[in-house]
Structures are given as C-alpha cells and as structure tokens.
C-alpha cells in the first residue's frame, strides 16, 4: 500500500508538471482579442504569442533534455517550473507587449524543460506498469489541450487575460512540492566533473540545431502569405551544419547515428509527427467549420469537439492497461487502422450529418488518437537508450509541434480565405492518406522489432 502511495505522488508530481506546456499552448487561443485590444495591436502581431511559443518549445525540448541527462533530471524539472512561475508573475505585470512576449518565451522554454525530465523520471523510477503511468501523462496533456479554450474563456471573464498566467501558480506548487520530496536526488557529482560536463556541452551544435529550426518553422509558417525560400534554404544550410558537426564530435548535443542504430526510434518520430498533422487538422479546422459553415454558437462547437477529445482521455487509461499486457506492436497497428476507418466516415458522412452522427465520427478519431498517443510514448522511451532518455523525449515532443505546424500549413493551403463543405472534404481525404501511411507505418515498426528480438533470441 505505501509503494502504491508513493507511486501515485511520483506520477502526479511529473503529470501536474508535465499538462503546463499543453494547457499553456491552448489557453492562449481565447486571450489573444483581450490583449490585441490593450496593447492596441493587429491580430498578425498579436500571434506571435501562440507562434513564438510553438518555435521555443520546439527548440527547448531536446536542449534542456540534453541538459538534464547531464546535469540530473530533478533539478532540470524543478527549475523549469521555477520559470514558469517567474513568467506566471511577470506576464500579468508587463508593461509593453514586447515584455509580455518575454516573459511567454520563458514560460515555453520553463515547461518545455519539464516534459523531458519528468518522462526521464518515470523511465529510471517507475518500473513496474510503465505504460500506465505514461498513460496517466498523456491523460493530463490531452485533457489540457481539450480544456485548455474553456478554460481559458472562463478566467478571461474572471480575470481578463492575466489570469491565464495566474491559474499556473497552483499548478506549479503541487508539482514543486511533491517532486522536491518523491523525486530521489540527483547523482552527486563533484565540480571537476561539474566543469568538465559543462564544457563538453556541444554550445555550437545547439545553436545551429536553433537556428535552423527557427528558420525552417519561419519557412513553414509562411506558406498562408507571402513563402519565405530564402529562410527555407537558410533553415537546411544550417541544419546540414548541424549534421556535419554532429557527425565528428564524441560528444554531441544529438548523436545522428543513433537515427541509424537505432531504426525504430526514428519511426516512432515519424509516426508521432503524421498522428499529430492528422490530430490537428482535425483540431484547428473543425470550431471554425463549425461556427462559419454549420453556424454553430462557441458552446456547441466546444461540447462536439469533447466528442474527439473526451474518448481520447477515457482510452488512455486503458490503452495503458492494453500497453503493459500486449505490447505495443498490436494497439500501434489497431490505432492506426482506427484512424483509417474515422477518416473514411469523415469524407463521406461528416458533411450534413446530424449531431449524433458527427459525435460518433469525432469520437472515432478521438479513440484512435488516445490509443497512438499513448502506445508512441511508450514505444518511445523502450526504444531508447537509457542515458539519453530525457534528449530523446525532447525531441519527441518536437516532432508533436512539427506535427501542429504541418497541419496548420495544410488547413492553409484547403481553406484559403473560404471555409466550405468541400474543403472539408477535402480535409477528409488528407486525413486517409496519414492513416494510410500511419499503417503503413505501424506494419514496418512491428516487423523490424520481432527481427530485432528474433536476432536477440539466436
């Protein structure tokens, strides 16, 4: 009973840390009209609170998991949601937008640091019923990134927008107090090593990894307007730098071989970014069909995507379950082929449906959501190795917000300035064809690991 207690402390500890990122990237959405209107900017402008967010975290991730593999992951994540309180404070306090969105990049890069730490945490200490305790985190995230609008629309009528930054103080609290005293310590080193290992850091290989993720995402972000090539190029010139580099050091920020010894992981990445565009498009395009084609009120439209979102929490608890006792090669495969059927019904029935039909559409996609989020997490971490976990977490969590940014880029290119019945339609077919390659996917993985485990056998 007490190993139990404290099993469950040591997951809400990382869970109640690991939900800011989500909640933090969704609340945003309802608050950007209060701060338009404040600071008296265009909604362009304004954006670059959602946009900056999704470019730090997408940089932070696997930097601070470097940095926590290093220097112990109970600090990393402690100090994390130190800066998420410091941006919880200062937001509400800034004077200029140009201080507001610092603070908002200090918040992304503090609970972006989190993520890997606590998915580290629960690699190195939670042995038994590890796909259950991952599956409790992707309950937290996926609820805040369903919630996360609601949320924010009631404290933005409480408190107007800095009451967004408010709502993380207890939040941080809980996760500060239980880590401080579940978390066992880091490994002591003394400062010799301290030095070493803080000179070993691969300073430049992070910096052009930023740089070339920066401008590549720029690129991407572009293609609604007017394209950027010359920051598309400029994003490969640095990335292929980064490769050159990484490739001759002993130790570098991110050891590219290991996308070669180690097959699988690199299609987990894969996999995870296609699971994420088919989520998202899903996830940005539906409220504004919703409320401009079916003319639906906010309230409507919120309470038909809880058809999506609340089958993918309920099945993340048993996809948990289903994880520890089968494996992860049979709900991979069975996510994936949900996704096909969903999407399917999506293209042929979605369009002029009644309620009920649209609920049992959108709860399909949810459950093959819940199943691929879950089972990917736990694919991930098997496949890694353990002294890179919290690195190879971080870069998990890039490929969510490729994943974010690759379907807001395809919504773009449907919608253009029309939201119709046949663009969504059109949505529909996309979202075959990433469930079609997602089992495509998911048949590859499976096969390439019972090889590796028949060769392990002989």
Known sequence: MELERKRTL?????????????????????????????????????????????????????????????????????????LVALSAFGAPLSSTFLILLLMRLVQSIGSSAIYPSGMALIREHIKERQASALAVLSIFASAMVALGPTIGGFLIVWGSWPAIFWVNFPFVLISFLLGWFMFPKDVKRDRDTVKRLFSSLDFWGMGFFAAGMVLTLWFLLSFDAKVHYLTGFAGLFFFGVFVWRELRLREPFIDIRIFKTHPQLTMVYLQFIVLNIFFYCLFFGLPSYF???????????????????????????????????????????????????????????????????????????????????????????????????????????????????????????????????????????VLIFTGAVSFLMSLWFSRGTLTFFRMKRV
């Open 10 to 82: 040591f997951i809400t500890a990382v869970a109640s840390g690991t939900m800011l990122n989500p909640l933090n990237s969704s609340m945003i959405a309802l608050a950007l009209h209060s701060i338009q209107r404040d600071f008296q900017l265009s909604f362009a402008t304004a954006s670059w609170l959602i946009s900056s967010f999704y470019l730090a975290s997408a940089i932070a991730q696997p930097v601070t998991g470097k940095i926590g593999d290093i220097f112990g992951r109970k600090k990393t994540f402690l100090i994390g949601l130190g």
């Open 291 to 429: 409320q401009e084609v079916l003319r639906l009120s906010v309230e409507k439209s919120g309470v038909l995507m809880l058809f999506m979102s609340g089958v993918s929490i309920l099945i993340s608890t048993i996809a948990g379950k289903w994880i520890d006792k089968a494996g992860v090669y049979q709900p991979i495969m069975i996510g994936a082929l949900i996704s096909i059927i969903g999407a399917t019904a999506f293209t042929f029935f979605f369009p002029g449906a009644s309620y009920l039909v649209l609920g049992v559409i959108l709860a399909l996609m949810g459950l093959s959501y819940g199943i691929g989020n879950v089972v990917l997490q736990v694919a991930m971490l098997r496949e890694s190795p353990k002294e890179i976990v919290g690195t190879t977490s971080g870069l998990f969590q890039t490929c969510r917000y490729l994943g974010s940014i690759f379907s807001t880029i395809i919504l773009g290119l449907i919608f253009g300035e029309n939201i119709s019945s046949e663009s969504i339609i059109t949505v529909g077919k």
